[in-house]
């Protein structure tokens, strides 16, 4: 599985971004996973690609959304009022299989990575 993430840049505090990421074949589930320097990965959203709601991680509730679209595998992380703190690089990673028949937001649990885009708040 190849995932290819696009959408960085540079934003200002209080704006939006919007990053997209297309799958090269079908994925059960695929989500978002950030890393700011010196920091952990953090699984931000996820989402199931078939049926199901989506989950987001507490620190992004409210103003992150992922959507999808399962006919063209592809993935959208909605980012609304910026905060510097969201400054980080953003992975699309995805399994073929969701786990106790749902999608985690572990970020040790996904199988497949993307390169990353990154996104810098200002």
């Known amino acids: 599985v190849q995932l290819v993430e696009s959408g960085g840049g540079s934003a200002q505090v209080g704006g939006s971004l919007r990053l997209s990421c297309v799958a090269s074949t079908y994925t059960a589930c695929m989500g978002w996973v950030r890393q700011a320097a010196g920091k952990a990965r953090e699984g931000v959203a996820v989402?199931?690609?078939?049926?199901?709601?989506?989950y987001y991680a507490d620190s992004v509730r409210g103003r992150f959304t992922i959507s999808q679209n399962y006919l063209s595998s592809t993935v959208w992380l909605q980012i609304a009022s910026l905060k510097p703190e969201d400054t980080a690089m953003y992975y699309c990673?995805?399994?073929?299989?969701?786990?106790?028949?749902?999608?985690?937001?572990?970020?040790?649990?996904?199988?497949?990575w993307g390169q990353g885009t990154q996104v810098t708040v200002s």
């Open positions: 989402i199931p690609i078939t049926s199901g709601s989506p």
């Open positions: 990673a995805a399994n073929l299989e969701r786990s106790g028949g749902r999608c985690s937001l572990d970020a040790n649990r996904y199988n497949y």
